[in-house]
């Protein structure tokens, strides 16, 4: 019974790198979410994806960052040219899509740019 | 529009003690209210969620309370234990935000023993 898989845990990447966030969502769900949660901060939302389609991405900043929920593999949150200010933590979470119903959570991918 | 505004920011109780802990919303859109806990390094995890269709829930130690007229739904842990010291997280969605999460900004609670 797995949940929502994200790797990796941890990332550490150079100023001016890309960064590739991966989330496997719970079984049988094709609706993803991502989030980003800064330090001390609660958690903002970025995008939400059905398969093959953006549905909304106005939390996502304009430049830099794209993802995709591809027919088969995993959702990936991809962030070009990081920079310090990009070190957070990005949570994935997926849900049946249904309205109101629970979203489940990832562990996580924590990036830190130096 | 789309804010949860969540007080207080951090929360000390002593064990057995009540936690109760405030939310806030201004879009009359929301229906759906859920409460997240998070531990420090793990994903947040749903711990009880109400709709506005009533104005109380509980399950086991922890109560929502949700005021409609005020827009403003709160937590309540009664006997409060050192292991819900956590994160807490109250959230928001409606109709026009599909399943898609307003947070607000967190609760860091911390029980002592």
């Known amino acids: 019974n797995a949940g929502v898989m994200q790797n990796p845990r941890h990332l550490v990447r150079r100023r001016g790198q890309e960064a590739r966030l991966r989330c496997s969502p719970v079984k049988g769900h094709s609706h993803v979410y991502w989030y980003r949660q800064l330090p001390e901060e609660g958690l903002k939302f970025m995008v939400y994806?059905?398969?093959?389609?953006?549905?909304?991405e106005s939390g996502m900043p304009k430049e830099r960052f794209s993802a995709e929920f591809p027919k088969e593999g995993p959702s990936i949150l991809r962030i070009q040219q990081v920079v310090r200010g990009d070190s957070a933590a990005y949570f994935c979470?997926?849900?049946?899509?249904?309205?109101?119903?629970?979203?489940?959570f990832g562990q996580g991918t924590r990036l830190t740019v130096v | 529009q789309q804010q949860v505004k969540q007080s207080p920011q951090s929360l000390i109780v002593q064990k057995g003690g009540i936690s109760i802990i405030n939310c806030a919303y201004e879009n009359t859109a929301f229906d759906y209210f859920p409460w997240y806990q998070q531990f420090p390094g793990k994903g947040p995890a749903l711990l009880i969620a109400i709709r506005p269709d009533v104005s109380e829930k509980k399950e086991g130690r922890f109560t929502i309370s949700f005021n409609k007229s005020a827009k403003q739904f709160s937590l309540h842990i009664m006997d409060s234990q050192p292991g819900d010291s956590a994160t807490y997280f109250c959230a928001a969605n409606g109709e026009t935000s599909g399943s898609r999460l307003t947070f607000g900004e967190g609760t860091q609670l911390t029980v002592n023993p």
């Open positions: 979470a997926s849900s049946l899509g249904l309205l109101n119903t629970e979203a489940f």
């Open positions: 994806l059905q398969k093959e389609n953006i549905i909304d």
